[in-house]
């Protein structure tokens, strides 16, 4: 699946190079967060290799995106700070974990998607308060969910499987069973 960057502007600063983009996935894979879903990647059976996170040249809108068995995309020119890469790293280990620990799991299947985005948004930390003030969205109250909320839409709207209705109602219906399903975390980070 494909998801957007984690700025709400494009390529503002006119994005990085493939070779710059690489050297921030190898810093992102030292990082605490990066290391542990490492771990339980290998722990659950699906190890990944050296070139599994690989940065490319995007032609669409897109910050990121996993493919079963290809591995995970990280769009050099659509990112810009080390920060935005160590998110879409997460965001797309967390679709990899998805993926391993679910035989079953159909990427075709709304539900099943729905519950992955949503995870994937919330561990990442896409919307923690300081990434949200600087894409401009400014709301106290209920603003981490409401931005998972937005991201999830946004990445289902990729899936030619569902429509934005029944997205939404995929969304809604294994919203508080995977929002709460913290797993390999403890907690949200
Ligand atoms: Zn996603």
Redesign the pocket.
């Given at each position: 699946?494909e998801?957007s960057a984690g700025s709400g502007n494009f390529d503002p600063y006119g994005g990085k190079t493939v070779q710059e983009c690489q050297d921030m996935i190898r810093t992102s894979l030292e990082t605490p967060t990066v290391k542990f879903l490492k771990e339980n990647l290998e722990k659950a059976g699906c190890g990944i290799a050296e070139n599994f996170i690989r940065a490319v040249k995007c032609s669409k809108q897109i910050g990121g995106g996993?493919v079963r068995g290809q591995g995970i995309i990280i769009c050099s020119n659509h990112m810009n700070l080390q920060d935005e890469v160590d998110r879409v790293v997460i965001?797309?280990l967390i679709?990899a974990y998805d993926d391993c620990r679910a035989a079953n799991l159909d990427w075709t299947n709304c539900a099943h998607h729905a519950c992955?985005?949503i995870r994937?948004?919330h561990l990442s930390g896409d919307c923690h308060f300081k990434r949200e003030l600087l894409r401009g969205h400014l709301k106290l109250r209920g603003h981490e969910q409401e931005c998972v909320k937005r991201r999830v839409m946004k990445?289902m709207a990729a899936n030619p499987y569902c429509s934005e209705t029944a997205s939404k109602e995929a969304m809604d219906a294994v919203w508080d069973v995977c929002y709460n399903d913290t797993e390999p975390f403890d907690r949200a980070p």
């Open positions: 699946m998801d996993y965001h797309e679709h992955s985005e994937a948004g990445s």
